[in-house]
């Protein structure tokens, strides 16, 4: 660990993705508690959070046209749209002229940078790293995301109640402003992966190719479908348990994700301090586990102290989940190939984002906390299916 902070390249990708991920859970939970404020509608919640997901549909693409061009160049773009998008928000809202098409077109541009990361930002560092530091390098940059996470979230809700939505959204303009500077002194990934001639389709196809030649990396995929269909959608029904459930205030709404992220960082430093490459795959596993039981713990509750600590759970296994999930694809992938892979894992989860607009629709037909029971027991199932389908997956030693 400290071999990579003395590292300077590894030590700007870290604070890049640290002043960022502040505002990577904080917009989704304000975006939420905004949307339900004007509409009343846990449907409109979801597709406010379906929106911010929905790039990550076409994440092979990403990952194609990233094995073509340089890293860092794609990354100060996309920092630098983000960074236009919020302050357009923010003056949006100052003139008393925001509406929610608004925030959802928002969230379609700031998906997209989000779902670059795998395929720029992470991929550059774990060439920064090497590979036998990708899973602690990886641990780490998670550990401090989720760090952030513990207050953006609580800091969100209090900017919301006190400022309003554009407050948060000024945030965004600073954050990502100090990212770009970041980025802008970075000469690591200036050079593309791949040259030639080769059509893009024949890029995407041998990503597929790798994919079908590892057991483990198609469990690793599959895995991360079935929980971001069934599991992870829980999240845009916070702001919606939060206030009708637990009849809670937005920055008390803002607590509940920050114990999230609190559970989540603390999943995180277990794993960067005690996890070895021989456990990766288990803790992959147990990591999903502990999304869905949380989950499901959290609808199940009526106590706003009993919620919290299924968050925790929830938060944890989160940790797990996806410092694990990049880590173990990685490692199973040719060098030359890893941004086009990370773009094809992007896409799985992606396609698991479609479970926010189901339990968005499911919430309006039998209530929020009926439908993420049934989401989370669906996830359950699916992880048990998946274990016994692909088991390289958790029994690989690296």
């Not at 999304?291 to 706003?304: E, H, M």
Request: aromatic residues 10%; contains cysteine.
């Amino acid at each position: 660990m400290r071999a990579l902070i003395a590292d300077s390249a590894f030590r700007r990708l870290w604070l890049i993705g640290a002043t960022t991920g502040i505002m990577r859970w904080l917009d989704m939970v304000v975006a939420g508690i905004y949307v339900f404020d004007v509409t009343g509608s846990p449907t409109w919640v979801a597709i406010v959070t379906f929106a911010r997901a929905a790039p990550m549909i076409v994440g092979v693409m990403f990952g194609a046209l990233a094995a073509r061009m340089p890293l860092a160049r794609l990354m100060r773009v996309g920092i630098a749209a983000v960074a236009l998008t919020y302050a357009s928000l923010a003056i949006l809202a100052a003139l008393d002229a925001l509406a929610v098409w608004h925030v959802t077109a928002g969230a379609l541009v700031i998906g997209t940078y989000w779902s670059s990361e795998n395929s720029v930002r992470r991929t550059m560092m774990c060439a920064v790293a090497g590979m036998a530091n990708t899973g602690t390098a990886i641990s780490f940059d998670w550990a401090t995301i989720n760090g952030l996470r513990l207050a953006g979230p609580f800091v969100g809700g209090v900017l919301y109640a006190a400022f309003g939505f554009g407050a948060t959204c000024v945030l965004g303009v600073v954050c990502f402003a100090a990212a770009l500077m970041l980025a802008l002194g970075m000469s690591t990934g200036s050079v593309a992966a791949l040259s030639g001639q080769r059509r893009i389709w024949d890029d995407i196809a041998e990503s597929f190719a790798v994919v079908r030649r590892s057991t483990t990396v198609q469990g690793v995929l599959a895995v991360s479908i079935c929980l971001n269909f069934f599991g992870f959608p829980y999240g845009s029904m916070i702001p919606v348990i939060g206030k009708e459930v637990l009849h809670a205030a937005p920055a008390d709404v803002g607590l509940l994700s920050s114990t999230e992220g609190l559970g989540a960082m603390l999943g995180a430093i277990g794993l960067t301090a005690f996890v070895r490459p021989a456990w990766f795959g288990r803790a992959f596993l147990v990591g999903s586990f502990a999304v869905a039981l949380g989950a499901l713990g959290f609808a199940l509750s009526q106590v706003y102290a009993l919620s919290q600590v299924a968050l925790l759970l929830a938060g944890a296994g989160m940790s797990f989940f996806a410092a694990m999930q990049s880590t173990q694809v990685l490692a199973h992938t040719p060098a030359e190939r890893r941004s086009g892979i990370m773009g094809v894992l992007t896409t799985t989860i992606g396609l698991g984002q479609l479970g926010t607009l189901h339990i968005g629709w499911l919430a309006s037909r039998i209530g929020a906390p009926e439908a993420v029971v049934v989401s989370a027991a669906c996830a359950v199932a699916a992880l048990i299916l998946c274990a016994w389908r692909w088991p390289a997956m958790w029994r690989d030693r690296g």
